[in-house]
């Protein structure tokens, strides 16, 4: 229940606000913005957000939450906020926090999930957005993200079925697109990839050009391959992934002439490339593949 802020002083309002709070002095707040209760503190964080003023609009939620403990509203506000500013670890108490008063509070769980996968929590984050997805099956930011573990976990079927729950959801969305495009690449489905990594670079999706490149370079386009990657990464990390691609699909003297690009490009790049000659001459490759970061998480 909400209760009167008649008694408190500016000085014990900022001390109350301290743990959650994070913006413009919150002093000025107190001072100017004396509220009477939690509703009447809601109300105007409501506004406040409207209007885009996140500071004033997070201290009147946080003020909500001092004067009314099981505001959930109030805390998922508050927790929505930071998690929009890449403030984490207070996103983290809030949401943690939200979970404490409603257990299945779908919009918590998908949250502080996602927040998990970030900091690569992965058992956390999987068992968070499991259980958001299961209560809400078109929360696609939490489908995204067990489509990113699907994928790191090497189950590509799952991820590229939580990637379609996800663009269910979504229609259309480039990162979901850039996602699926890339675990269809890795399941060798190219010509499936392609479509999906066109449509989000069509969009603007700059990491999606360097996934298409991975792509033509297995379809053996290599020249397609650079230029598509050379987009997203200095034309000699072109050259040198796109070498490696070719050197472990046997075509050894399209990987020498790239590695050899590289380093002329480079002086500093000589020693990655140089590692790879040494491979191509060895004509044994090893099984690993090139790794980028190729997914969006959030």
């Known amino acids: 229940m909400g209760g009167s802020d008649s008694a408190s002083s500016p000085a014990d309002v900022v001390e109350a606000n301290a743990s959650l709070y994070e913006g413009k002095p919150d002093v000025v707040f107190a001072t100017e913005f004396p509220v009477e209760s939690a509703e009447d503190a809601i109300a105007r964080a409501d506004r406040a957000l409207r209007e885009g003023d996140m500071d004033l609009s997070l201290y009147m939620y946080v003020r909500a939450y001092d004067l009314d403990k099981d505001n959930v509203h109030a805390l998922t506000r508050i927790g929505q906020i930071h998690e929009s500013r890449g403030n984490d670890r207070l996103a983290t108490i809030a949401f943690t926090s939200v979970l404490q008063h409603d257990p299945n509070h779908v919009g918590a769980l998908q949250s ?60 259309g969305d480039a990162s979901l697109l850039n996602n699926r495009g890339y675990s269809l690449y890795l399941d060798g489905q ?99 593949s090139i790794v980028h970061v190729n997914k969006d998480t959030g």
């Open 112 to 171: 502080l999930g996602l927040i998990y996968l970030q900091a690569k929590r992965h058992d956390e984050a999987q068992g968070l957005l499991e259980r958001a997805i299961s209560q809400d099956p078109l929360l696609w930011r939490a489908q995204n993200g067990i489509g990113v573990l699907a994928d790191m976990a090497g189950e590509r079927a799952k991820a590229i079925d939580a990637y379609d729950a996800a663009l269910a959801a979504n229609p």
């Open 190 to 288: 190219y010509q499936a990839a392609s479509k999906d990594l066109l449509e989000a670079a069509a969009q603007g999706a700059e990491r999606a050009w360097l996934n298409l490149g991975l792509v033509r370079a297995r379809q053996k386009r290599y020249p397609e391959a650079v230029q598509m990657m050379s987009r997203n990464v200095a034309d000699e990390v072109a050259y040198n992934d796109v070498g490696y691609i070719a050197m472990r699909q046997g075509d050894f003297e399209v990987a020498e002439r790239y590695f050899h690009k590289a380093i002329g490009l480079s002086p500093r790049y000589f020693e990655a490339a140089q590692r790879n000659l040494m491979e191509l001459e060895d004509r044994s490759a090893p099984a690993d």
